[in-house]
């Protein structure tokens, strides 16, 4: 349940007295075949139904944090995979952090950030559908970045198109695990029981004296199928634990985005019982640089990084890597969100992170 906390903070405030709206989102995209493994399935093409509910946080104070219109939601959908016998159908639930920023007076960009689970209808099965390497677990992880162009047709209603990238990954608790990554396209309508007027407080120039320096203290849990036992019927995944230890510097460059370095150490149990197991003799531990760019909106902070082994005696074969995080912070210096790692498009696993910020 990692990313339970994540999405109770973003639903977290949802409230029928402030400004709201209803959206609805018709999608059609790709399944992005990033491996031979998933290739013998063929090429489908999924679409999706999504509606949701979100509350827009149209203060003065959130204004100047992103000099945009910020709302937090919470959304159910509907993904048919184009495959029911080998990729069946999805139901994702998730929370959303969704910014705009104003174009014109009617037009719009949106950027979207997504976290939250989906139930998956056919996970793999050694006898029943063993074409299905992309997921094993049929409640799994979902994730989604989106960007959007949107026109306000009037003070009620909103028209949009979406380009997202999905990606569901069951962390790697359980093999086989390749995951589903599908980008889509999407129509959105937007409406609003009470008129929303985006009005654009004064736009405070950035002062680049004032730039904010952060160094950030992380630690980080995760978990991950290792080394199989028993034999035939009986046999089974265990799963380990992951956790890691992270100093990140970031500076301020924009006011809404920082650049950042990040040395973090990983101790991997899953690696740790495959060596040992195999008599390899090698450390379970890796070393990684990583440099990134932060998302700065108010208490929510989106990174996106790419990292490369100092040290790695075991694990993936790429000595490259991304991560993705998305924090929340509840306090001044403390916060918490989940993180995703990525080799490519094939996810390692899926992590929570708690933050202390040693410079306030």
Known sequence: ????????????GLSLKAQYSFSAEVEQGFLFLHSQDVAPIGQSYPRGLNLAYSRWLLDSSD?????????????????????????????????????????????????????????LSRPYDEVNNPLNLSYSLPLSAYLSLGLGLVIE???N???????????????????????????MLGLLLDYSPMAIEFESGHQQK???????????FMGSLAAQAGARIGEGANEQDLTYLVGGLALRYSHQVTRTSALFTELEWVNNQAYARQIERADL????????????????????????????????????SSDLYQRYTLLYYPWRRLGFGPGLKAHAHVAEYLEFRIVYDLIP
């Open 63 to 119: 204004w100047q944090d992103c000099h945009c219109f910020p709302r937090l939601g919470f959304s159910l959908g509907v993904h048919h995979y184009d495959n029911p016998r080998v990729l069946g159908w999805g139901l994702p639930i998730y929370g959303f952090l969704e910014p705009w920023y104003k174009l014109s007076d009617t037009w719009f960009l949106q950027l979207k950030a997504a976290a939250g689970f989906i139930y």
């Open 153 to 155: 047709i009037n003070s």
């Open 206 to 216: 950035f002062d680049r004296q004032k730039a904010k320096k952060q160094l950030r």
């Open 1 to 12: 349940m990692r990313l339970i906390l994540c999405i109770s903070v973003l639903v977290f």
């Open 281 to 316: 003799g090698l450390s379970a531990n890796q070393w990684g640089l990583q440099i990134g760019h932060e998302f700065l909106l108010g208490k929510f902070v989106f990174s996106q990084a790419m990292g490369f082994y100092l040290f790695k005696q075991y694990g993936a």
């Open 157 to 183: 209603f909103r028209l949009g198109l979406q380009i997202a990238y999905d990606h569901t990954s069951n962390g790697g608790i359980r093999e086989p695990n390749k995951g589903l990554n599908y980008p």
